[in-house]
């Protein structure tokens, strides 16, 4: 059983392990593959491995007009690296303090405050501290004078070049969800709460959820995919609707879900979406039956896909 736990100053330490280091956005296979090794090395040494990131990306404080979509939310990036097994998931907020704080003293006040590190595994392009002035090779000093070692990964490849989050972004801004979930191990989700939208859909037989996602969540290109959704452990197919549907002008949600033969009130609820593969690009259209047309082939594509 995996503890997650909240850093903050003072707390009770958590004694001598082995740490995984990052940001960990998506979780990826590259991501899996550093935890794995850290759990595989704590176990050698017959101590506790912690899995220590940061509740937000550093760039949503440190440059948030330039910040980056995140391929997760908190609670599901939490979430998926607890089940990577690791005994603690440390999460250390993200300040505009921690951002100003110089690499030596990060590794002083948060690091060694907190746990006895035999080792620490990062990623071989991990920057920390203040501008990023703290790499690999201040880690390396620092260990060595502290009593541990560090081990720098490389990034985990495909047969088409580094698997990493920024090129998990670029495929699902492209729509490519299903290519997005081979780097992922997993589909591309998003997570959302429901809010009333226009009512449309249930009068055209296609009840949709209207999702408001977190800020910097990474939406894929508009369109509409199949798609996932499990709920009180019932899994249900899903025609997801991405982008302001052109046919109602009125819209305001640009995340549309339909669970397909699910009949409940959702609102108010936190779901989340499973993004299967993209089916088709928005499209307007002027005649209501035509509309009614086309979800009906989106729901037949949709059980197809999913086979739900």
Same mark, same amino acid.
């Given at each position: 059983?995996?503890?997650?736990?909240?850093?903050?100053?003072?707390?009770? =330490?958590?004694?001598?392990?082995?740490?995984?280091?990052?940001?960990?956005?998506?979780?990826?296979?590259?991501?899996?593959? &550093?935890?794995?090794?850290?759990? *595989?090395? @704590?176990?050698?040494?017959?101590?506790?491995?912690?899995?220590?990131?940061?509740?937000?990306?550093?760039?949503?404080?440190?440059?948030?007009?330039? =910040?980056?979509?995140?391929?997760?939310?908190?609670?599901?990036? &939490?979430?998926?690296?607890?089940?990577? /097994?690791?005994?603690?998931? &440390?999460?250390?907020?993200?300040?505009?303090?921690?951002?100003?704080?110089?690499?030596? +003293?990060?590794?002083?006040?948060?690091?060694?405050?907190?746990?006895?590190? +035999?080792?620490?595994?990062?990623?071989?392009?991990?920057?920390?501290?203040?501008?990023?002035?703290?790499?690999?090779?201040?880690?390396?000093?620092?260990?060595?004078?502290?009593?541990?070692?560090?081990?720098?990964?490389?990034?985990?490849?495909?047969?088409?070049?580094? %698997?990493?989050? $920024?090129?998990?972004?670029?495929?699902?801004?492209?729509?490519?969800?299903?290519?997005? @979930?081979?780097?992922?191990?997993?589909?591309?989700?998003?997570?959302? %709460?429901?809010?009333?939208?226009? /009512?449309?859909?249930?009068?055209?037989?296609?009840?949709?959820?209207?999702?408001?996602?977190?800020?910097? *969540?990474?939406?894929?290109?508009?369109?509409?995919?199949?798609?996932?959704?499990? &709920?009180?452990?019932?899994?249900?197919? @899903?025609?997801?609707?991405?982008?302001? !549907?052109?046919?109602? !002008?009125?819209? $305001?949600?640009?995340?549309?879900?339909?669970?397909?033969?699910?009949?409940?009130?959702?609102?108010?609820? $936190? %779901?989340?979406?499973?993004?299967?593969?993209?089916?088709?690009?928005?499209?307007?259209?002027?005649?209501?039956?035509?509309?009614?047309? @086309?979800?009906?082939?989106?729901?037949?594509?949709?059980?197809?896909?999913?086979?739900?």
């Amino acid at each position: 059983m995996t503890d997650v736990v909240h850093w903050e100053p003072g707390m009770k =330490a958590l004694g001598p392990c082995v740490v995984a280091l990052g940001v960990f956005d998506g979780v990826h296979l590259g991501h899996q593959a &550093l935890v794995h090794d850290a759990i *595989a090395l @704590a176990r050698a040494e017959r101590v506790r491995s912690v899995v220590l990131t940061f509740d937000r990306d550093p760039d949503q404080v440190v440059s948030p007009g330039t =910040a980056m979509a995140q391929l997760l939310d908190l609670d599901d990036k &939490l979430s998926l690296l607890a089940c990577l /097994g690791a005994g603690v998931v &440390l999460v250390v907020p993200f300040t505009e303090r921690l951002a100003a704080t110089a690499p030596l +003293v990060f590794l002083d006040e948060v690091l060694l405050q907190t746990m006895e590190p +035999v080792a620490v595994t990062v990623g071989y392009d991990f920057r920390f501290g203040h501008r990023a002035e703290g790499d690999v090779d201040v880690l390396v000093r620092y260990g060595a004078d502290h009593g541990f070692t560090v081990v720098a990964h490389q990034l985990v490849s495909d047969d088409e070049g580094p %698997i990493t989050s $920024t090129r998990i972004r670029r495929l699902a801004q492209a729509g490519d969800v299903a290519g997005a @979930a081979r780097l992922l191990g997993r589909p591309h989700r998003l997570r959302g %709460i429901v809010v009333h939208g226009r /009512g449309e859909g249930a009068e055209l037989d296609a009840p949709t959820a209207n999702l408001v996602t977190a800020p910097f *969540a990474a939406l894929p290109a508009h369109g509409v995919y199949a798609g996932r959704v499990e &709920l009180d452990g019932v899994d249900y197919a @899903a025609a997801v609707s991405v982008g302001l !549907p052109p046919s109602f !002008p009125d819209a $305001t949600s640009d995340l549309e879900v339909h669970l397909i033969g699910y009949r409940g009130d959702l609102y108010g609820r $936190t %779901i989340t979406v499973e993004l299967i593969e993209y089916l088709r690009p928005q499209r307007h259209f002027d005649d209501p039956r035509e509309l009614a047309s @086309a979800i009906r082939a989106d729901v037949d594509a949709v059980r197809r896909l999913t086979g739900i």
